[in-house]
Nanobody
Framework: QVQLVESGGGLVQPGGSLRLSCAASGTIFSIYIMAWYRQAPGKQRELVASIPSGGTTNYADSVKGRFTISRDNAKNTVYLQMNSLKPEDTAVYYC????????????????WGKGTLVTVSS
């Protein structure tokens, strides 16, 4: 079974920075895409950034130029560096791993982390 565990959330002042990490554990052969989503109170979950294996990154317009997604394939870990944080970035941030294979021939599955809270407030 594959598990995703996020870390790095917390309280930060406007203009500050945080770095989120998400480590995938279990029997993993490959992960095609890793991403960060967020859900603010009363709003739908939205994509923040994604990074496919060997592909180009994708960002929500609201975070372009401020957030950077990266991944370490050897560690099955994805990161989200968040700079110039704004109060509207306050949300629970969820890690997502898509098209995960535990062996070369088993069907792929998608997994979600439980989320980490980011609060941007003075």
């Amino acid at each position: 079974q594959v598990q995703l565990v996020e870390s790095g959330g917390g309280l930060v002042q406007p203009g500050g920075s945080l770095r989120l990490s998400c480590a995938a554990s279990g029997t993993i052969f490959s992960i095609y895409i890793m991403a960060w989503y967020r859900q603010a109170p009363g709003k739908q979950r939205e994509l923040v950034a994604s990074i496919p294996s060997g592909g180009t990154t994708n960002y929500a317009d609201s975070v372009k130029g401020r957030f950077t997604i990266s991944r370490d394939n050897a560690k099955n870990t994805v990161y989200l560096q968040m700079n110039s944080l704004k109060p509207e970035d306050t949300a629970v941030y969820y890690c997502y791993a898509g098209l995960v294979r535990t062996t070369p021939i088993t069907p792929a599955n998608d997994y979600w982390g439980k989320g980490t809270l980011v609060t941007v407030s003075s």
